[in-house]
T-cell receptor, first 113, second 111 residues
């Protein structure tokens, strides 16, 4: 199957700083990628849809000014958590793929202290 | 909001036994997918069943779909310790590839 990578795999940052997470499709082009957030022992919650060359669309309740998404190329989408707070600590996962099959990155564990 | 509810939330079985997980969803679908997630890792696609299919097999996996009841089940036969993971059903309400996940079942297979 296709491969999606994420970088970094884990990051610890201080409250108030910004963190950028990269999501790359390694062997396919993705005009659309998705960003999810997962709290411990919970399911994945869709945060936003990243669209190549245009603005991301955010799910209800997700602050677009806090979670900045950039999809500058067909193989790269970035999620920047701005002014991070401890409650933003979570597991962030991206996906991209074909119409009926999504390929997921390995996830990024963000801890805000 | 979650599209699907899964039960049980957690399941612990012995190696060699079968594991059954159930998923219910709310809206009409074109297909339903099952994913596996090992602890702290990304998701792995297991199987997709289309709305006009009632049952599908892949190796030790058997998936059923009952669109009249808006429910699906995943059966893992002859379970192995390596099957220990969380399992999620996912649908794309309205079509497309924007997935909504169920609440998940944490499966533990003990030796």
């Amino acid at each position: 199957g296709a491969v999606v990578s994420q970088h970094p795999s884990w990051v610890i940052c201080k409250s108030g700083t910004s963190v950028k997470i990269e999501c790359r499709s390694l062997d396919f082009q993705a005009t659309t990628m998705f960003w999810y957030r997962q709290f411990p022992k919970q399911s994945l919650m869709l945060m936003a849809t990243s669209n190549e060359g245009s603005k991301a669309t955010y799910e209800q309740g997700v602050e677009k000014d806090k979670f900045l998404i950039n999809h500058a190329s067909l193989t790269l989408s970035t999620l920047t958590v701005t002014s991070a707070h401890p409650e933003d600590s979570s597991f962030y996962i991206c996906s991209g793929g074909l119409l009926y099959e999504q390929y997921f990155g390995p996830g990024t564990r963000l801890t805000v202290t | 909001s979650q599209q699907g509810e899964e039960d049980p939330q957690a399941l612990s079985i012995q190696e060699g036994e079968n594991a059954t997980m159930n998923c219910s969803y709310k809206t009409s679908i074109n297909n339903l997918q099952w994913y596996r997630q090992n602890s702290g890792r990304g998701l792995v696609h297991l199987i997709l069943i289309r709305s006009n299919e009632r049952e599908k097999h892949s190796g030790r996996l058997r998936v059923t779909l009952d669109t009249s009841k808006k429910s699906s089940s995943l059966l893992i036969t002859a379970s192995r310790a390596a099957d220990t993971a969380s399992y999620f059903c996912a649908t794309a309400p309205g079509g497309g590839n924007k997935l909504t996940f169920g609440t998940g079942t944490q499966l533990k297979v003990e030796l």
